[in-house]
C-alpha cells in the first residue's frame, strides 16, 4: 500500500505550508461533518491530508471535537498514515516545556464523546493494548530531532475530558499514583477510532506546561500555554515536513505491527444479524471486512 499521510493539528497549529497543489476540500461523512475542511497536497511524491482538530479559528472544545467525522473523513480520502499532534501538559520534571513527547500509551478519561464507529447491530471489539504505531512514532522522533527539538521517545497520555484544567489533588494523582507523563484532552477516542478504522497512529505531544502539580511553576493557564505553542508551531510543521522523505512514497506493504488489519477477528455480529443501515456507514471504516 501506498503511504498517504494525515495529519491532525491541535491547538496553535490550523494549517501547514509547503504542500504543492493546496486545496481546503470539504469532505462529508455519515458520521456528520469533520471539524473542518481539510487541505490536500503533495509534499515531494507524498499525498497529504492536513485537518485542524478544533478548526480554523478554534471552534470545537475537545468534547465536542467530531472525532468519528475527523477518522472517517480521513480514511475516506485515501490517508493510511495519521500523526496527532497535540499540546499537552507535563507531570515529569525532564520533559520540559518545548519538549516533544512521542506518545505510545493512554489513560482514557473521558467521558462524553462517541468513542466507537460500531454498535447496536454491528458489534466489534479491537485490541488497543499498543494503540500507536511504533513505525510512524519512530519516523516522528526522527523528524522532530532533524528539527532541532529535544524528543523522549516514549510516554503515556492521560485523556482527561475538559475544558478545564485538572485540579491539584487530580494533577497529583495522575503523576504520582498513575504513572502518566503528560496530559491532554484530545487524543482519546481519536487513537481507539484510528485503531478501529485500521490505521497506523502516531501521537507528538509537544509540551507546553507542567499541569499545576509543580511547585516551582505556578498553576497552568492558557496564555503561557498559547506562548509555548506558537514557540513550538515552527518546529511541529519543520517536524511534519521532514515525515514523507523518512515515510517513503512507495508502497510499504502491510504494516508489521498489525495496525491495518485491526478488525480483522473483532466483528462478532454475525453478517445475518446485521444492521444494514450501520454496516453502510462503515464503508469507509471497516468496508475491508463487511
Ligand atoms: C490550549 S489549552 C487546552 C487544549 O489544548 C490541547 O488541545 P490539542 O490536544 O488539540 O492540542 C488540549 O488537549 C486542550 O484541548
Ligand atoms: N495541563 C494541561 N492539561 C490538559 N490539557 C492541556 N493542554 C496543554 N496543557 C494541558
Request: net charge negative.
Amino acid at each position: 500500500m501506498t503511504s498517504y499521510l494525515g495529519v491532525i493539528g491541535g491547538s496553535g497549529l490550523y494549517q501547514i505550508d509547503g504542500l504543492q497543489h493546496p486545496e481546503w476540500v470539504t469532505v462529508d461523512t455519515p458520521w456528520g461533518a469533520p471539524s473542518d475542511q481539510i487541505l490536500t497536497g503533495m509534499l515531494g511524491d507524498t499525498y497529504m491530508a492536513f485537518l485542524p482538530r478544533h478548526g480554523r479559528g478554534h471552534v470545537h472544545s475537545p468534547s465536542t471535537v467530531p472525532y468519528r467525522a475527523n477518522i472517517d473523513a480521513l480514511k475516506r480520502i485515501g490517508a493510511t498514515d495519521i500523526v496527532s499532534v497535540s499540546a499537552c501538559g507535563s507531570f515529569r520534571e525532564d520533559m520540559a516545556p518545548g519538549d516533544f513527547v512521542i506518545v505510545d500509551q493512554f489513560i482514557d478519561r473521558t467521558f462524553a464523546r462517541e468513542k466507537s464507529f460500531f454498535g447496536q447491530g454491528c458489534v466489534a471489539h479491537v485490541s488497543v493494548a499498543h494503540p500507536t504505531c511504533p513505525r510512524l512514532g519512530a519516523a516522528c522522533a526522527e523528524a522532530a530531532r532533524a528539527a532541532g527539538v529535544t524528543v523522549h521517545d516514549s510516554g503515556t497520555y492521560l485523556a482527561m475530558e475538559g475544558p478545564q484544567f485538572s485540579t491539584l489533588a487530580e494533577s497529583k494523582m495522575y503523576r504520582d499514583s498513575w504513572g502518566a507523563d503528560v496530559i491532554g484532552m484530545t487524543n482519546m477516542p481519536e487513537a481507539k477510532l484510528a485503531r478501529e478504522a485500521e490505521l497506523c497512529y502516531a501521537s507528538v505531544a509537544m509540551i507546553t506546561d507542567y499541569d499545576s502539580w509543580h511547585p516551582d511553576h505556578g498553576e497552568v493557564d492558557v496564555t503561557q500555554i498559547i506562548a509555548t505553542l506558537l514557540g513550538n508551531a515552527g518546529k511541529a510543521r519543520d517536524m511534519v515536513a521532514r515525515l514523507p522523505a523518512l515515510l517513503g512514497s512507495e508502497d510499504r506493504g502491510p504494516c508489521q505491527h498489525g495496525c491495518d488489519r485491526a478488525l480483522e477477528h473483532a466483528i462478532l455480529t454475525a453478517p445475518d444479524a446485521r444492521d444494514p443501515a450501520l454496516v453502510a456507514r462503515l464503508d469507509a471504516v471497516a468496508g475491508r471486512v463487511l
